[in-house]
C-alpha cells in the first residue's frame, strides 16, 4: 500500500494529484521514464470507460477490430502535415531478429496511415461506403514531461476511423463522434465539457477541422478529454483511396478519426477528488459499496455481523450490476484505518455495522462524495442506496458545471485578459481573430492557449474585434492554461 499522507490541493496541487493516484494504488512508474505500470484498481477503471464507449459505439455503427503496432516509416511521411506534427514525438525500431531493418518500423503514434493504406484496398466502389471502424490500442508519443495518466510516453485509447463518399457524411460523423464523447464525459465520467472546434495550430497534424471536448480542472486548467477529427481528403489523396461513384466517376473518400485515451482517467482524478483522496462517480467505480462489519472479540456476534453484511450484499446485488461489493473482514487493521483505505480508494458507498447497528436494526451509511453519514433502516438499504449512487453521480456532474460556470469569465481588454490568466487560471472567453501569430504571443505572454472555438456561438458579435490584437475577430473562444 502506498504512502498514507495525502498533500493537500492548496499546497501543492501536482503532488496532491501523485499522492492521490499512489494512494488510491492505481499507478506506477515503470523501469522506462515516462511509461506507468496501471495496477488493477485503475485498469478496472478503464475497462469501465472501455464497456461504455464501446456501447455507445456500437448504437453509432462502429465496428471494432485491429491493426498492427508497427507502421512503415515511409508511411507517416506520405502526409506532409502528419509526419510533420508527429516527427518529434516517434520512436522507430531500426533492429530486429538480430539484424538492421531494411525499412524503419515507427511504433505507432496514431493510425491513420496503416489504416489509410488498407483503405485504398478496401474501397473500390460507392458501395463499399461508409468504412466504420475502432481499435482498442496502446500508442507511443514520446513525452519528455510526463504525468501519470494525463500524459505519458505510451498510452491506451481507443482510435476510430470512417471512410465515406462524402464530406457531408464525414462533417456529420466526426460531429456525431464528439457528441458520443461529450455524453460519455457528462453522463459517465460526471465530467462538464466545453464542446468544440480546435484552432488552426491546436488541430490535428493531418486534418481539417479538430473538434474536442475540454474540461475545467480543479485548478482551473484545461484537460482535453477527446478529439474528433474531419480529415477531408488529405490521407485518401497520400494513400490514393479513390471510388466509383454512382456516375462511374473516380472520387477520392472524406474520412474522419476520433480518439479516447487513458488521459480522461487522469481527467476524472483530478476533477473529483479532494484532500483525503480519490474520489469516483459511481458509473466508474470499480467497487460501488464497501461493507464494513465491526468485528469485536466475541464470535457470537461477529457470526451475526456477518451474516448481515452477507444480507446486505445480496440485497444490493443487482443495483450495482457490473460493479463489485466488497465486505471488509480485515482483523488485522484498526477500524479508522480501514475506513481511510477505502476513502482513498474513493469507493462511493461505505455501510457500517456495529454492534449498535445489530440491535437497532439499522446501519451507519456513508456517501465518500460530500462526506455525509446517515443512519438507515435494514429494509430500507435497498433503495437508499440505489438513489444515493443516482445522487452522487449527478452531485459530481453538478460540482464539476459549478466550477466551470464560476470560473469562465468574459472580458474586453487584453490587461484583464493577461490577470484573469496569469493571476487567477480562468478559462477566459473572447472574440478572437483566429490567427496563428496572435495565439502565439498569447502563450508566450500567458502560457494559456485557444482549447476551442464552443460549437454553441450564442450571443456572438460578428462585428467585434480580437481582444488581443484589436483585427477582425472570426467567432468567440476560450483560452485557458491546459495540461
Ligand atoms: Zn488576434
Known sequence: MGNNKITKRSDDYSEWYLDVVRSADLAEHSPVKGCMIIKPYGYAIWELIQKYINELFKKSGVKNMYFPLFIPESYIKKESKHVEGFAPEIAVVTYAGGKKLEEPL????????????????????????????????????????????????????????????????????????????????????SMYVFVGKKSESEKFAGADVSYT???????????????????????????????????????????????????????????HSDDDGLVLPPKLAPISVVIIPILKKDEDINRKLLDLSSNIENMLNDICDIHDIVI?????????????????????????????????????????????????????????????????????????????????????????????????????????CGRPECEENVKELTKASTRCFPLDQKGYNHESKCVICSEKSVGNVIFARSY
Do not use: C
Request: charged content about 30%; cysteine-free; glycine content about 6%.
Open 106 to 189: 515507427v511504433v505507432r503514434p496514431t493510425s491513420e496511415t496503416i489504416i489509410g493504406e488498407s483503405f485504398s484496398k478496401w474501397v473500390h466502389s460507392y458501395r463499399d461506403l461508409p468504412i466504420v471502424i475502432n481499435q482498442w490500442a496502446n500508442v507511443v508519443r514520446w513525452e519528455l514531461r510526463t504525468r501519470f495518466f494525463l500524459r505519458t510516453s505510451e498510452f491506451l485509447w481507443q482510435e476510430g476511423h470512417t471512410a465515406h463518399a462524402s464530406k457531408k457524411e464525414a462533417d456529420e460523423r466526426a460531429l456525431e463522434m464528439i457528441e458520443v464523447y461529450r455524453k460519455f464525459a457528462e453522463e459517465y465520467a
Open 213 to 271: 471536448i475540454e474540461s475545467m480542472m480543479q485548478d482551473g486548467k484545461a484537460l482535453q478529454a477527446g478529439t474528433s477529427h474531419m480529415l477531408g481528403q488529405n490521407f485518401a489523396k497520400a494513400f490514393s483511396i479513390r471510388f466509383m461513384n454512382e456516375n462511374k466517376e473516380s472520387e477520392y473518400v472524406w474520412q474522419t478519426s476520433w480518439g479516447l485515451s487513458t488521459r480522461i482517467i487522469g481527467g476524472i482524478i483530478m476533477m
Open 328 to 432: 471488509d473482514m480485515d482483523t488485522d487493521k484498526r477500524v479508522g484505518e480501514k475506513l481511510y483505505e477505502w476513502e482513498k480508494k474513493g469507493v462511493p458507498v461505505r455501510i457500517e455495522i456495529g454492534e449498535k447497528e445489530l440491535s437497532d436494526g439499522a446501519v451507519s451509511i456513508f456517501r465518500r462524495d460530500t462526506k455525509e453519514k446517515n443512519i438507515v433502516a435494514i429494509n430500507g438499504i435497498r433503495s437508499y442506496v440505489d438513489n444515493l449512487l443516482i445522487d452522487i453521480q449527478s452531485n459530481l456532474y453538478i460540482r464539476s458545471k459549478k466550477l466551470a460556470d464560476e470560473n469562465t469569465i468574459e472580458v474586453s481588454s487584453f490587461d484583464e485578459f493577461k490577470d484573469a490568466l496569469s493571476k487567477d487560471s480562468k478559462f477566459v472567453y473572447i472574440p478572437w
